[in-house]
């Protein structure tokens, strides 16, 4: 199983970082800089490839939600929502074919450090940790016969990645790019996927 001490390791590597660099970033130009809204919404596509997947769909698309609360200038906590989905298909035999649709639903939450930032863009580092649930259809079709069949699975997740904002409005961002290492334990096995993404973020509030 994938050691989940390394999730700690992370968090605390994050806070360091957001620490040393949230509150100097870009000094002396950085100074005099409005601080962040108390809380931040965001809503964009996804892509993740799953890992050790095969029969399921390694590619899948869907959407992205996020909600922080802006603890520091530097520090947020919250959670993201990620919902996938792709279908495929594959010959068993001469005549059978077999339809799979995959979905993954996975929900983690923790902190956010802004790591750099100036007027206009901000890097950021998370270390999240939540559960995933995944779904898969599968359905077999012959000359003779259909067969459809329904797994589905709970798993441990941690999300570990960074991502780049883009401030187009006082309180709208681009998020150009998020991506994360997504890590599962569906079935006792440990699964290595990987997650991108782009949204618009829309900060409000005053802290």
């Not at 965001?42 to 490839?49: D, E, F, K, V």
């Not at 559960?131 to 259809?137: K, S």
Request: hydrophobic share 45%; charged share 15%; aromatic share 14%.
């Amino acid at each position: 199983m994938f050691p989940r001490s390394l999730i700690l390791v992370a968090t605390i590597l994050c806070l360091t970082l957001g620490t040393s660099y949230g509150q100097k970033a870009l000094a002396p130009a950085g100074a005099g800089l409005e601080g962040p809204d108390l809380v931040e919404l965001s809503l964009g596509y996804n892509y993740i490839r799953l890992g050790n997947a095969y029969p399921e769909t390694r590619n899948l698309n869907g959407l992205e939600f996020s909600a922080f609360v802006n603890a520091t200038s530097w520090l947020a906590v919250g959670g993201e929502f990620i919902a996938g989905f792709g279908t495929h298909s594959f010959t068993v035999s001469f005549f059978t074919k077999a339809d799979i649709d995959s979905q993954r639903y996975v929900y983690v939450f923790g902190p956010r450090v802004t790591i750099w930032h100036n007027r206009q863009f901000r890097v950021f580092a998370e270390a999240l940790a939540g559960g995933a649930l995944a779904d898969a259809q599968l359905s077999v079709q012959s000359p003779f016969s259909s067969i459809s069949r329904n797994v589905s699975d709970d798993s441990f997740a941690t999300a570990l990645g960074a991502g780049f904002d883009w401030r187009i409005a006082k309180h709208v961002s681009w998020r150009i790019v998020q991506a994360d290492y997504l890590g599962t334990d569906f079935g006792n096995h440990w699964q290595n996927n990987f997650t991108a993404s782009t949204s618009i973020a829309y900060s409000f509030g005053r802290r």
